[in-house]
């Protein structure tokens, strides 16, 4: 059941605001954008043919992407000989495009000022067979799909070959060295590209999309640390993106690197994923366009109920708190930004690792009762509404826990939500609730206390009162004491 999420649809509307053209929701407009080559003006207006063999007649259409979304641009239609053309007056914003093809296979192109090309290919094999004429970022970019078939050719037989041989042996060490000899002729040759092309998009697309080289993992004898390893290498992640360009948000290369930068090469707990997340941001502060979908795109991603992450809430809040402001997120009004920081306020109380709150109203008898008050080591905020199916679920489970566990050791502070005074009272009968249960019809005494997106919603304190678990399964709790136990 769903609970004080009535804001949620600002935060929507913050993060996609106005790129989209009229009438698609789904993708940026082409005649706003600014790149480090030049305005729009100084484009050319787009004419593509194509000479496809092996290619049925139907349907084409030219999908551009922005931010990890694709949009449609054009469409056109292929005639019996594989022929089609894309012609407009209206130039496309730089950045990738993909021509999807009737049998369902796409063809890339790298599109920046020079907008006109001829290519011809064979849909039996792009690779080997494209030839482009006219653009030099599509050329380039189809030139190397070649190239790189040719080095995975080269090296993943010695890949192979490295798993039949023990470490530090002769045979180990010479496959090595082949394996360093084929990298390093990969490097010098891209090298002479981007050096030949230094302010392509191919060049700065292609950068982009390189990994780091952190350490040389080749030499025969290197052995290096894991741990440090991966930290040199997400740090060194985004040292070939160019910030300055914004050809390069046309492309999937930022979105696909920040998947991988903050769902992989972070470990996934809250602070990691915070530290992280500033480290990103800190590069990008001057950088509006890119500050404005990095710190979207991450909030969107921690946004309750969006992760499965223990307290996702924690960097969320952080994200609304420190980087949606009135002096950051220029792009959105006040109001929206007052709803945003409302909501942070109500989740920021209850994050783990913070002294949970204590809550005071009254039980089943009238009487009150607080969380404070009560002994055990381990106390369960237990927030829940009787006619949440998850609840009549998951209560019978919490009253088997309480009955299992001694009362020095584990209490229950049951509290009932979005419900009337008598549907509380005929739930505690109906279920034999043997813990404390109460109700406040105002929801004032848990306000901005324990926050709820989703019932039931499971919190643990420990001995000194501390958050150790919140957004948990009954079947959880025990996992989460023991865990808090070996500490």
Same mark, same amino acid.
Request: proline share 5%.
């Given at each position: 059941?769903?609970?004080?999420?009535?804001?949620?649809?600002?935060?929507?509307?913050?993060?996609?605001?106005?790129?989209?053209?009229?009438?698609?929701? *789904?993708?940026?407009?082409?005649?706003?954008?600014?790149?480090?080559?030049?305005?729009?003006?100084?484009?050319?207006?787009?004419?593509?043919?194509?000479?496809?063999?092996?290619?049925?007649?139907?349907?084409?259409?030219?999908?551009?992407?922005?931010?990890?979304r694709?949009?449609?641009?054009?469409?056109?239609?292929i005639?019996?000989?594989?022929?089609?053309?894309?012609?407009?007056n209206?130039?496309? !914003?730089?950045?990738?495009?993909?021509?999807?093809?009737?049998?369902?296979?796409?063809?890339?192109?790298?599109?920046?000022?020079? @907008?006109?090309?001829?290519?011809? !290919?064979?849909?039996?094999?792009?690779?080997?067979?494209?030839?482009?004429?006219?653009?030099?970022?599509?050329?380039?970019?189809?030139?190397?799909?070649?190239?790189?078939?040719?080095?995975?050719?080269?090296?993943?037989?010695?890949?192979?070959?490295?798993?039949?041989?023990?470490?530090?042996?002769?045979?180990?060490?010479?496959?090595?060295? @082949? @394996?360093?000899?084929?990298?390093?002729?990969?490097?010098?040759?891209?090298?002479k590209?981007?050096?030949?092309?230094? *302010?392509?998009?191919?060049t700065?697309?292609?950068?982009?999309?390189?990994?780091?080289?952190?350490?040389?993992?080749?030499?025969?004898?290197s052995?290096?640390?894991?741990?440090?390893?991966i930290?040199?290498?997400?740090?060194?992640?985004?040292?070939?993106?160019?910030?300055?360009?914004?050809?390069?948000?046309?492309?999937? %290369?930022?979105?696909? &690197?920040?998947?991988?930068?903050?769902?992989?090469?972070?470990?996934?707990?809250?602070?990691?994923?915070? *530290?992280?997340?500033?480290?990103?941001?800190?590069? %990008?502060l001057?950088?509006?366009?890119?500050? &404005?979908?990095?710190?979207?795109?991450?909030?969107?991603?921690y946004?309750?109920?969006?992760?499965?992450l223990?307290?996702?809430?924690?960097?969320?809040?952080?994200m609304?708190?420190?980087?949606?402001?009135?002096?950051?997120?220029?792009?959105?009004?006040?109001?929206?930004?007052?709803?945003?920081?409302?909501r942070a306020?109500?989740?920021?109380?209850?994050?783990?690792?913070?002294?949970?709150?204590?809550?005071?109203?009254?039980?089943?008898?009238?009487?009150?009762?607080?969380?404070?008050?009560? !002994?055990?080591?381990?106390? %369960?905020?237990?927030?829940?509404?009787?006619?949440?199916?998850?609840?009549?679920?998951?209560?019978?489970?919490?009253?088997?826990?309480?009955?299992?566990?001694?009362?020095?050791?584990?209490?229950?502070?049951?509290?009932?939500?979005?419900?009337?005074?008598?549907?509380?009272?005929?739930? %505690?009968?109906?279920?034999?609730?043997?813990?404390?249960?109460?109700?406040?019809?105002?929801?004032r005494?848990?306000?901005?206390?324990?926050?709820?997106?989703?019932?039931?919603?499971?919190?643990?304190?420990?001995?000194?009162?501390?958050?150790?678990?919140? *957004?948990? &399964?009954?079947?959880?709790?025990?996992?989460?004491i023991?865990?808090?136990?070996?500490?």
């Amino acid at each position: 059941m769903k609970y004080l999420i009535f804001v949620i649809s600002i935060f929507c509307l913050i993060a996609c605001t106005s790129d989209a053209p009229a009438g698609n929701s *789904n993708g940026p407009t082409d005649s706003t954008v600014q790149t480090s080559q030049g305005s729009s003006g100084d484009l050319e207006n787009p004419d593509i043919s194509m000479q496809i063999q092996n290619m049925q007649a139907g349907d084409a259409f030219l999908i551009g992407t922005f931010s990890g979304r694709n949009f449609r641009v054009d469409s056109t239609s292929i005639d019996a000989s594989g022929n089609l053309r894309f012609k407009s007056n209206d130039p496309l !914003t730089p950045g990738l495009y993909f021509i999807v093809l009737p049998d369902g296979s796409n063809f890339q192109l790298l599109m920046d000022k020079d @907008q006109t090309m001829s290519i011809s !290919t064979n849909a039996q094999d792009f690779t080997a067979t494209t030839v482009v004429e006219g653009n030099i970022d599509t050329k380039l970019l189809h030139e190397n799909f070649k190239y790189e078939r040719d080095y995975r050719a080269q090296l993943d037989p010695v890949n192979a070959q490295l798993k039949s041989h023990a470490e530090g042996s002769q045979q180990h060490k010479t496959l090595k060295q @082949q @394996q360093a000899a084929i990298a390093e002729k990969r490097n010098a040759d891209l090298e002479k590209i981007f050096k030949q092309y230094p *302010n392509s998009l191919y060049t700065v697309f292609k950068k982009a999309g390189q990994n780091p080289v952190v350490l040389d993992f080749f030499k025969p004898d290197s052995s290096p640390d894991l741990g440090k390893q991966i930290y040199a290498y997400r740090n060194s992640f985004w040292d070939n993106v160019d910030f300055s360009d914004l050809r390069l948000l046309y492309t999937p %290369v930022v979105s696909n &690197k920040l998947n991988k930068y903050v769902h992989q090469l972070t470990t996934q707990d809250p602070d990691s994923i915070i *530290n992280a997340s500033d480290f990103l941001i800190n590069k %990008v502060l001057d950088k509006p366009e890119y500050y &404005k979908y990095i710190v979207n795109h991450i909030a969107l991603a921690y946004e309750p109920t969006k992760s499965t992450l223990m307290d996702a809430e924690k960097v969320y809040v952080h994200m609304l708190q420190k980087y949606f402001t009135t002096e950051r997120a220029v792009w959105a009004d006040p109001a929206s930004i007052q709803g945003l920081q409302q909501r942070a306020f109500e989740m920021a109380g209850s994050l783990t690792g913070l002294k949970g709150p204590d809550v005071s109203t009254t039980d089943f008898n009238g009487k009150e009762k607080s969380i404070y008050e009560m !002994t055990a080591d381990y106390i %369960v905020v237990y927030l829940y509404a009787p006619t949440c199916e998850h609840c009549q679920e998951q209560t019978p489970k919490l009253i088997t826990l309480y009955n299992q566990t001694k009362r020095s050791d584990l209490d229950v502070y049951s509290i009932a939500i979005d419900t009337n005074d008598k549907e509380w009272r005929d739930y %505690v009968k109906k279920t034999g609730m043997p813990f404390t249960a109460v109700y406040d019809p105002t929801n004032r005494s848990i306000y901005a206390k324990y926050y709820v997106d989703v019932t039931p919603e499971v919190y643990v304190l420990n001995k000194e009162r501390i958050i150790i678990g919140k *957004n948990l &399964k009954i079947d959880q709790i025990q996992e989460v004491i023991r865990r808090d136990k070996e500490k």
